[in-house]
């Protein structure tokens, strides 16, 4: 198996070496040169794509997420034979996957026929992102995820809780996808809207994935394109 790694914080994020960490296998990374954060599934296709060699089996892509992914499954890794994306500095929970770039990159992928899953790592206010943590929930998820059937035209979402220091590792669960809007407060400040949304105390569906990330389990979801 040939791993594509690639993120939307860029290549030199933090998430995206925490996610390298957690292979023991070969792996190309093709990312943005630059953070593509809440790009969506934008593509570029009116101008020239840069790519930089920065080692034989990692390329910065002056382009977005879902870029890479073609770029990688196209021609810069045509064996790659599962994608994977993040770690995202944040969680991509509900409403999330349509704005995320992160998973755009593992939806990009699963219109190739190609797996893909998509990680992000939550964050609570005041608390920083132990990398390290997230490498091994990663492992956690992978040695699952791994072994489980994916059919075409789907692919996986995985939010990982922000825990304490030294807390127990938690539990994995499959759960659907919230259906709660995103906070849309803004405040007004002369003719300009500031938003001014508070992500962390957002509506939740019980039992779906803003509600099991938040109460400190691994949210996985299949996500899927068509049926079939």
């Known amino acids: 198996m040939t791993v594509v790694l690639t993120n939307d914080d860029g290549i030199d994020a933090p998430g995206l070496l925490a996610l390298q960490r957690a292979l023991d296998q070969k792996c190309v990374i093709v990312a943005p040169q630059q953070s593509y954060s809440g790009c969506s599934h934008q593509v570029t296709s009116d101008r020239p794509i840069s ?9 910065a892509v002056g382009g977005t997420p879902a870029d890479c ?5 196209r021609h810069l890794c045509p064996e790659g034979s599962l994608v994977l994306s993040g770690v995202n500095a944040g969680g991509n929970l509900g409403a999330d996957i349509y704005v995320s770039g992160t998973v755009a990159a593992v939806r990009e992928a699963a219109l190739h026929r190609v797996p893909g899953i998509a990680f992000s790592q939550y964050k609570r206010r005041g608390l920083e992102i132990d990398w390290e943590m997230s490498t091994r929930l990663v492992r956690l998820v992978l040695d699952r995820l791994l072994n489980a059937r994916t059919l075409p035209g789907t692919f996986w ?25 995103l906070p849309t407060d803004y405040r007004v400040e002369g003719n300009t809207f500031i938003y001014a949304g508070n992500y962390n105390q957002r509506q939740r ?24």
């Open 51 to 59: 790519v930089e060699r920065r080692s034989p089996h990692a390329f």
């Open 157 to 181: 979402n995985v939010n990982l809780p922000h825990l304490e220091p030294g807390a127990p590792d938690p539990t994995l669960v499959f759960c659907p996808l919230c259906t709660q809007p």
């Open 205 to 228: 569906d019980t039992g779906a994935d803003v509600d099991v990330c938040f109460a400190g389990n691994i949210a996985i979801t299949q996500l899927r394109l068509w049926e079939g």
């Open 69 to 73: 992914t073609r770029l990688a499954l």
